[in-house]
């Protein structure tokens, strides 16, 4: 349902093939020698988001392969030139050449394992436009030819791809199987590349940059539309987790700009999250789906592994179950029922989050049951340095930060955007669980039915210290304070202040030019 807006309906024929290169840049060169088809590449090509390093490497070897043209559906034979090292990888130049690492990854080619590639022109592998400025499909499906990802449910992909800050555009998956994306599976490092001009369709792991990620991803930017039927669908990737069971999976400056549609565990950057380390992410595009929904992640697994920081959100986020403006959920053991309703199970020692620092979100929230700024729900772990400026609504535990919690450290946290609920309703959390929590304020309007408080909607036995609220009349900070806990009311031109700021500690600054003049977060200001 949620995906008929934007899915084609579109024949699901068998994925064959490869892909192709394109020089998209104002100042790109090609020099022709003797040979058209043995030619030098000296190219200083660009693409949008960061200047490439050079086109192929510096000895300029004789590379084969004429880029710029879209891709005619075949295959090449080898790689443009180089010999797979770090000091001289396979050039990829051709999106012919490009479907050749799709070949001998799927058919487990030993011989390029662990190898080195490098694309050294901006890849075409479909001309004209595939999807429109909303993000739907707009081409004729008979016409374009269809991506085989590098890697697959049975074979990852286990070198190192360096896009060198090169665009891949025009790809096209149309299909119901597993692993989609221009990797289906990686457990190697894959950098520097931007994918757009895209449509994506498929199974379980699907994404427009990766399917399935045990490796490391950094510095990669989707804008292709993404959508599924299946669990674990996201922009940059459909699932992220971890490594041989040893080590997490990294992802470091992942940005998400294409919309994503998915059913359960959608996200901006991956739909699935557990044993991750993450160091930036982004989503600015509209996300949807119905349970495990959330801006940069579906989901965060339950492990005290998970180290996920500095994350931003600026696109609408829709859902109806464990809706977040950051992941859906962090820890815990969500629970559906089939009457429609949810719940979640969490224990000290179990389901646990993990370190969840430094996330932002500017965009819209909306879901029925487990909603939040950040997250809707998060079990036993650590958060801290988390801010939520926009408008959230829900029906069931709705919150500015997080719609519910148990057994967390939280610290330095506040909420300005308005909050709309039935029951359990609350300015930072709708439920706070035997935590301990420290330096929040909320000023924001909370609206609901039962159990609604202008900082918690229902406290229990919780460890409290430097809670602060917007005095708004007669309405208490609490719907309902059991064991504990105390915040403080405060008008709007004491909380407009400097005094003010110090009183929430040095994670907090003061600058009247922003926030509408209330304290904002260091950690908002880093990187700008």
Known sequence: MILAKYIVALGCAALLGACSSTVSSDDDEI????????????????????????????SEEECSGESGNPWDGTTAKSFACGSGTK????????????????????????????????????????????????GGFVADSAKLHKWTPIGNSSVAFDGTFDGDNHSISGMFINTTSSNNGLFGNSRGIIQNLTLSNAWVYGGKYTGGIIGYNVGTVENLTNLASVSGKEDCIGGVMGSSNQKDYKSNSVVKKAVNEGIIIGNKN??????????????????????????????????IGSTSKNDVKNLRNTGNINGTHFVGGISGHCGGNALLYSN??????????????GSFTNSHNQGRVTGKDYVGGISGMACSGTISSLSNIADIEGVYGTAGIIGSVAYITSANIYNTGNIYGGNYVGGIFSYNKEGVTSAAYS??????????????????????ADYYYLEQGEQEPFG????????????????????????LGDEFIYDADVNDGYPILKSETEGD
């Open 31 to 58: 020099i022709s020698e003797k040979n058209i088809s043995n030619k030098k590449i000296s190219s200083s090509s660009t693409s949008k988001k960061g200047k490439s390093s050079s086109s192929v490497n510096e």
């Open 266 to 299: 959608v996200g901006g950057v991956a739909g699935c999250a557990t044993y991750v380390t993450v160091d930036g992410a982004e989503n600015s595009a509209s996300i949807e789906g119905n349970d495990h929904v959330g801006g940069i992640f579906g989901g």
């Open 443 to 464: 000023t924001g309007k909370v609206d609901g039915d039962s159990l609604v408080g202008l900082m918690i909607g229902y406290n229990y036995n919780t460890t409290m």
């Open 87 to 134: 000091l001289s990888p396979y050039m990829i130049l051709t999106a012919e050449q490009l479907a050749y690492l799709s070949f001998i990854v799927g058919s487990n080619d030993k011989d390029y394992k662990g190898k080195y590639f490098k694309l050294g022109a901006d890849i075409l592998l479909n001309k004209g436009k595939i999807i429109d400025d909303k």
């Open 340 to 353: 429609g309703s949810s719940s979640y199970s969490c224990s000290k020692n179990s389901f646990n989050c």
């Open 480 to 503: 309902l304070n059991n064991g504990g806990g105390v915040a403080t009311p405060k008008s709007s031109k004491e909380m407009k202040s400097e005094k003010f700021t110090e009183l």
